[in-house]
């Protein structure tokens, strides 16, 4: 069965500082690789997602996330921090067309 | 509707007490989940219904929770003689089950359930 691991629960950087999320993933498959944002007092959106085309992903808001299949890693980045990127990001996978399984999330405070 | 629908959006309870949470997904989605999101906690995931194939109730944290749905369309989560740690948000999401659009989620606002 599919399982993800977001390493950290809390991320704090500074305005301007690189962003990186870090989500390891344990998949029987090829999975299917997803990030999605929950800005507070909304509900989740999509921030991106890899199905196997390429291995580097954009997503929204200037966030990639790049597919390392040898450290079954999906980890979330974003060159230079922004205050309204404050936001709980959750990793999730799914094997095809199988359910989709979300990690426990990292809450990311920016720092003025 | 445009996007997942759910109801109510507030639900304060008594311990003991039956509550039904709704969801009313995209039309032409096929697949639907429900997540809790308790506070400090990740999207614990609850059941998936997927077409006409059995749903997916691995998540159900004990037999006082169930889930149907009806006609493919609509889902009703039901949690019977509540507990207090049943206390969160319910989420619903819903997506196509096949193409670029696969395990694209839209979530509801969710539904916060507050047992006392």
């Known amino acids: 069965a599919q399982s993800v691991t977001q390493l950290g629960s809390h991320v704090s950087v500074s305005e301007g500082a690189l962003v990186l999320l870090r989500c390891n993933y344990s998949?029987?498959?090829?999975?299917?690789l997803f990030w999605y944002v929950q800005y507070p007092n909304q509900g989740l959106q999509l921030l991106l997602k890899?199905?196997?085309?390429?291995?580097l992903v954009k997503g929204i808001n200037g966030f990639e996330a790049e597919f390392k299949k040898s450290e079954t890693s999906f980890h979330l980045t974003k060159p230079s921090a922004h205050m309204s990127d404050a936001a709980e990001y959750f990793c999730?996978?799914?094997?095809?067309?199988?359910?989709?399984?979300f990690g426990q999330g990292t809450r990311l405070t920016i720092n003025p | 509707g445009a996007g997942v629908s759910q109801s109510p959006s507030n639900k304060v309870t008594e311990k003991g007490k039956d509550v039904e949470l709704r969801c009313d997904p995209i039309?032409?989605?096929?697949?639907l989940y429900w997540y809790r999101q308790s506070l400090g906690q990740g999207l614990e995931f609850l059941i998936y219904?997927?077409?006409?194939?059995?749903?997916?109730k691995s998540g159900l944290p004990s037999d006082r929770f169930s889930a149907e749905r009806t006609g493919g369309s609509v889902s009703t989560l039901t949690i019977q003689r509540t507990q207090q740690e049943d206390s969160a948000v319910y989420l619903c999401?819903?997506?196509?089950?096949?193409?670029?659009?696969?395990?694209?989620?839209?979530f509801g606002a969710g539904s916060r359930l507050t047992v006392l």
């Open positions: 219904f997927q077409g006409n194939s059995a749903p997916d």
């Open positions: 999401a819903s997506s196509l089950s096949a193409g670029a659009g696969a395990n694209v989620l839209t």
């Open positions: 999730a996978v799914s094997e095809g067309a199988q359910k989709l399984v």
């Open positions: 998949s029987s498959v090829p999975p299917y």
């Open positions: 890899y199905t196997s085309a390429a291995t």
């Open positions: 039309s032409g989605h096929t697949a």
